[in-house]
């Protein structure tokens, strides 16, 4: 299974090669020139020295030029080198950032019921920021080092091959030494990971409830907190510390031992008459491009070992099934206006717990349904079974025909949500209401008189652009409601879900809300989720529902003369209401 991991990371990234594949050809020209002019260094200090022990004057002066052409054009490749290494991780990190957020907008729900928001703004961040280093200058250094060793031996031959034979054994051992030292980077960097992921979750609960966090005095709790999660990201990275120290340690013993031998050994041949000085320093120079591109590579085998856990990571959830590919591909029948909705055997199962169980349901037409029950009894749970975002058993139809036939755009075209609290993005009014641009401003001025945020607006500075802070907290709830319910009306879809938004309230707020709401289900079919049964006495269908069935079905009225579970709720409230008024 591992196995098969490592080859779909492999396939996944190759794609980026393809991709770019001019960019790549171009960095693989000026690496093959980059180690030319590396290796022309030796080659010039050999020259040179050769040359002044000789006291040849005119050729000295003409080297002094060759060295002064191979200092500007190391200089121009090094730098185009650099450049386009930076252009391809650049590249890589934002097309995988774009394709990973626009991905995760598509899992299913029990994907982010199981998996904390922080965990993908982890894996949007760190983990794609190191692919983009993997595929830029580790992905190059990697295949540069073995190059430049294996040119560097085959010079090192041509010039005295006894002693080449003798210091080219160091540098596979630096290999060597530099896989096992990877191997323990890999394993504890998928740890450090996982420990920042989770220190990203916990900043962006602390940071979304600060209101909550003050109003206890949390402060003490949280920091503790985030203390431990801090200092668990310090002993994993401590230990990424230890795993490099102990890496650069051993490549460098064996770099300056190599250099002893190499030296030794070349004093000797020297002393024998077998290679003059400047091979000698030629050699030197020469088996530094041995030596270091291996000691160099141990270092970039654990830092790439370290970017494959953020690649797997990715590309876990880069796999998960979108939602939208439970849907078949079938040309949408566009249909405006609501004939009946209808639950057969529908039941849903959270966790190993039944929610929903085996459920029939039918309703007619226009008009407006509540759905009334205790906590827990699956009101909430019908809303997403409708659009169809968690798997369920049974049929769900809507004008006779079966929700799991229609395309994504289909279903949800039939939808208007009002969440009990108003789910704004950061931004202005106008996006908000309008966030894909399809309104011209006369449909805007209806939109804000019906919603009754007209006057809102108008007041706010900027009107429509004025920005709302993040998840409207510039905002009052009563206003926020008003610019929900203006957005709803926006996508004027025939069924409107609506969790009763007015229940926290205060009257005047409470009143324009409601005028608001009054407006938006008039023509459409209205499911409304009742936390205040007195919001609901016109309803023209009540459903009580108990531990995911539907006990009782009727009108105020009907249910209240059954004397049931509706009746019992309706007056358990109003006593309570009482008792709260006398307070």
Not at 215 to 226: A, F, R, W
Not at 331 to 359: C, H, R
Request: aromatic content about 10%; hydrophobic content about 45%.
């Amino acid at each position: 299974m591992e196995n098969e991991n490592k080859k779909l990371i492999r396939r996944e990234l190759f794609h980026f090669v393809k991709k770019k594949k001019f960019l790549y050809l171009l960095l693989c020209f000026t690496m093959i020139i980059g180690i030319l002019l590396d290796l022309a260094l030796p080659w010039f200090m050999m020259n040179v020295t050769n040359i002044a022990v000789l006291e040849d004057g005119d050729r000295f002066s003409f080297f002094i030029w060759v060295g002064v052409l191979i200092l500007f054009a190391n200089f121009f490749f090094h730098y185009f080198d650099v450049f386009l290494k930076n252009k391809v991780a650049s590249f890589v990190r934002n097309d995988m950032r774009k394709k990973l957020f626009a991905h995760s907008l598509l899992l299913p729900l029990t994907y982010h019921d199981k998996n904390h928001s922080g965990s993908i703004v982890s894996k949007l961040t760190n983990d794609v920021n190191a692919i983009g280093d993997l595929m830029g200058s580790v992905f190059f250094s990697i295949i540069r080092g073995p190059l430049v060793a294996i040119v560097a031996f085959i010079y090192l031959l041509t010039i005295h091959w006894p002693l080449a034979l003798i210091c080219g054994l160091i540098g596979p051992l630096t290999l060597c030494v530099g896989a096992v030292f990877g191997k323990a980077m890999k394993k504890n960097s998928i740890l450090l990971q996982e420990r920042m992921a989770k220190a990203v979750e916990l900043v962006q609960d602390v940071l979304a409830g600060i209101p909550i966090i003050r109003s206890y005095s949390l402060e003490k709790t949280m920091n503790e907190k985030y203390v431990n999660s801090s200092d668990r990201i310090y002993e994993h990275d401590l230990k990424n510390g230890k795993i490099s120290a102990g890496l650069q340690a051993t490549s460098s013993f064996i770099g300056i031992l190599s250099f002893l031998l190499a030296f030794g050994l070349g004093s000797y041949f020297v002393m024998e008459e077998s290679i003059s000085i400047g091979e000698l320093i030629a050699f030197i120079q020469l088996l530094n491009h041995i030596v270091w591109p291996f000691t160099g590579l141990a270092g970039l085998w654990g830092q790439m070992q370290s970017s494959l856990a953020g690649a797997e990571r990715v590309f876990e959830t880069m796999h998960e099934q979108p939602w939208v590919d439970k849907f078949p591909s079938i040309l949408p029948m566009n249909q405006t206006s609501i004939k009946s909705i209808e639950f057969q055997n529908v039941s849903f199962a959270y966790q190993d717990k039944l929610v929903i169980k085996d459920l029939n349901l039918k309703i007619r037409g226009q008009g407006v349904v509540a759905l009334v029950g205790p906590n827990g009894a699956g009101k909430s749970t019908l809303f997403k079974l409708l659009q169809n975002f968690y798997d369920y058993a049974g049929a769900i139809l809507i004008n006779n025909r079966n929700i799991v036939t229609m395309t994504p755009e289909e279903l949800l075209s039939y939808f208007s949500v009002v969440p009990q609290e108003s789910c704004l993005f950061t931004g202005t009014i106008l996006e908000n209401i309008n966030p894909n641009d399809q309104l011209s401003m006369d449909d805007m001025d209806r939109i804000l008189e019906f919603s009754h945020a007209k006057d809102l607006v108008e007041a706010l500075p900027g009107g429509l652009n004025f920005h709302i802070g993040e998840k409207g907290s510039k905002l009052s709830g009563g206003q926020k409601q008003r610019i929900a319910i203006a957005r709803a009306l926006a996508k004027a879809a025939p069924i409107l879900l609506l969790d009763e938004a007015t229940s926290a309230l205060d009257n005047q707020s409470e009143r324009n809300v409601n005028k608001a709401i009054t407006n938006l289900m008039k023509g459409k079919t209205t499911f409304v989720i009742a936390h205040r049964l007195s919001t609901i006495t016109d309803a023209d269908l009540i459903v009580v529902l108990d531990d995911g069935k539907v006990v009782e079905l009727g009108d105020h009225d009907q249910l209240l003369s059954e004397k049931g579970l509706y009746h019992r709720l309706y007056h358990a409230q109003f006593k309570h209401e009482d008792e709260l008024v006398i307070q």
